[in-house]
T-cell receptor
């Protein structure tokens, strides 16, 4: 149980285009979803936290107009990288948590999406 | 930066040996978690230890927590080649703050 999927698993796009990444909780309703970014051989950095039906809370230094997050339902959150540039190339990972999901504050992670901007 | 530090950054051992990874953090925490990440993949939750616990076991994993020193360790006993991965600690206050990670290589 508690499976999180991401789509696509990898994407290559041209500089200046927008890319949408989906994060779905497959067998549970996620009250909260999180988006992380991971550069090669580095750790995960939290970008934003979103609760269903409300605006996402962005971490300091993360441009909310560039990284649009929509959490329209309890099973789906999307991250749109607008006007992508090569420096946005990274591994984007989402996670989801839900009340009663196990040990306190357990987050269930998706498999990640590798974005390459040419 | 609130990010925790892990050491060693990289560790290479032979199958059957034990692997110990350490994590230090900076702030008070609710709990500390350890995750595993295979190359280019998502994270797998390994174990959670609460701030009022000192040691926890799960299979071949043993985690300790010393809140006075703001440090934790993950011990993998009798390692296997399949344990090759990156391991991250993550402290939980109101959000998860990940450590820098340890890349473990287990040679058959």
């Amino acid at each position: 149980g508690a499976v999180v999927s991401q789509h696509p698993s990898w994407v290559i796009c041209k500089s200046g285009t927008s890319v949408k990444i989906e994060c779905r909780s497959l067998d549970f309703q996620a009250t909260t979803m999180f988006w992380y970014r991971q550069f090669p051989k580095q750790s995960l950095m939290l970008m934003a936290t979103s609760n269903e039906g409300s605006k996402a809370t962005y971490e300091q230094g993360v441009e909310k107009d560039k990284f649009l997050i929509n959490h329209a339902s309890l099973t789906l959150s999307t991250l749109t990288v607008t006007s992508a540039h090569p420096e946005d190339s990274s591994f984007y990972i989402c996670s989801a948590s839900f009340v009663g999901g196990g040990p306190i504050d357990t987050q269930y992670f998706g498999p990640g999406t590798r974005l390459t901007v040419l | 930066s609130q990010q925790g530090e892990e050491d060693p950054q990289a560790l290479s051992i032979q199958e059957g040996e034990n692997a110990t990874m350490n994590c230090s953090y900076k702030t008070s925490i609710n709990n500390l978690q350890w995750y595993r990440q295979n190359s280019g993949r998502g994270l797998v939750h390994l174990i959670l230890i609460r701030s009022n616990e000192r040691e926890k076991h799960s299979g071949r994993l043993r985690v300790t927590l010393d809140t006075s020193k703001k440090s934790s360790s993950l011990l993998i006993t009798a390692s296997r080649a399949a344990d090759t991965a990156s391991y991250f600690c993550a402290t939980d206050t109101d959000k998860l703050i990940f450590g820098t990670g340890t890349r473990l290589q287990v040679f058959p």
